[in-house]
């Protein structure tokens, strides 16, 4: 079984051919960050019409590059939601047309959902376990049950995970996307010279709050009058020790609620960060888990796990008709 993959959510323009096996024949991108970065982050409509001039050809490297025709593809997946409306529509709309007019069966991704499964993807991983959904839109405690079956455990209550990271990379004046770029400064960083505050970690919640956090970084680089390559170092390592406290805390706090679950897998684009993984996974392999993190390129949007997500579907025999509506809020709770 070969499924065509198509991610349009944001500003990643991607397609992908994956099989049931979990090998990856192509995973073509093309990335929109040049596009936006003047404007320190995405622009919806920019987003949109860029998709719309890019897609087709991302879909016609994926087969190329893979070497398949479409007659020999099983299934056309899409993200049908959440993200962007304008950039999920031309996604769907592309892959509706083509499951039209070629008759395969034409199914509907949750964009969060193909995060969560692309360590079944990586590493095979067997359902139930839990999982830490970080990406720029989500920050997420979850128990993944099976493919549509999650309990939601934690949430972030205000900023994203990803976006903490955007914001404050924004402040230091450092460039889009935000979450590579602090990684990088961190490492030229001392962690210990800001002290930064853990909202809500005392609380006994599994939810997340990064708000507080953003704005005490900003209070803290307003009092420096003029702000140096070694400021901007040592913020970007003290935020970022900061947050990986805060998210192996609460990981650990789920792992205590939840002794039943042995497995561990973090996920979505805050998931490439090195620095957070080494720490989480110190931290949970002394508590006996087994951590899994699929690579950075595919914790980062891109059109395998789009694929991948649609091959878990079709084999239980799931597909969706074409009248499925592209959602900009769809929650994995509301899978189930
Ligand atoms: O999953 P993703 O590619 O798109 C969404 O579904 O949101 O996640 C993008 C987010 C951005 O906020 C970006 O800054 C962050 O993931 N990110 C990172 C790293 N790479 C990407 N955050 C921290 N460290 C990274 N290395
Ligand atoms: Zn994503």
């Given at each position: 079984m070969i499924v065509l993959g198509i991610e349009t959510s944001c500003d990643e323009t991607a397609a992908a051919l994956v099989t049931e096996?979990?090998?990856?024949?192509s995973n073509i991108l093309f990335s929109q960050i040049a596009t936006h970065q003047s404007f320190g982050g995405v622009v919806p409509e920019v987003g949109a019409r860029a998709h719309l001039t890019y897609l087709p050809l991302m879909i016609r490297q994926a087969l190329e590059t893979g070497g398949v025709?479409?007659?020999?593809?099983?299934g056309i997946a899409a993200t049908?939601?959440?993200?962007l409306i304008g950039g999920v529509i031309v996604g769907s709309m592309m892959a509706k047309a083509m499951a039209a007019f070629s008759h395969k069966p034409f199914i509907a991704i949750n964009h969060l959902e193909a995060h969560a499964l692309t360590a079944r993807l990586t590493h095979k991983v067997e359902f139930p376990y839990l999982l830490l959904l970080v990406s720029g839109g989500h920050c997420q405690l979850l128990r993944v049950n099976g493919v549509a079956s999650y309990t939601e455990l934690g949430t972030a209550l205000d900023d994203a995970v990803g976006e903490s990271f955007d914001k404050v990379a924004r402040l230091l004046g450092l460039p889009y996307p935000g979450g590579p770029e602090i990684e990088k400064a961190a490492r030229l960083g001392d962690p210990y010279r800001f002290k930064l505050p853990r909202p809500m970690l005392t609380q006994k919640t599994l939810n997340f709050s990064f708000s507080g956090l953003k704005t005490a970084v900003r209070h803290e680089v307003e009092k420096i009058p003029v702000l140096t390559d070694q400021d901007r170092y040592d913020m970007a390592a003290s935020f970022q020790k900061t947050v990986t406290e805060i998210l192996v805390t609460r990981s650990l706090q789920a792992v205590e609620a939840y002794p039943d679950l042995k497995r561990f897998v973090m996920a979505g684009?805050?998931?490439?960060n090195q620095y957070i993984r080494g720490h989480l996974e110190e931290a949970l392999t002394q508590k006996g888990l087994t951590v899994l993190v699929p690579n950075p390129a595919l914790c980062t949007d891109n059109g395998a796990m789009i694929a991948w997500a649609g091959i878990e579907y079709l084999r239980l025999g799931k597909t969706h008709s074409l009248d499925f509506d592209p959602r900009p809020r769809w929650p994995l709770k509301s899978l189930t």
């Open positions: 096996e979990g090998e990856i024949l025709s479409l007659d020999q593809v099983d049908c939601g959440p993200g684009g805050v998931a490439a």
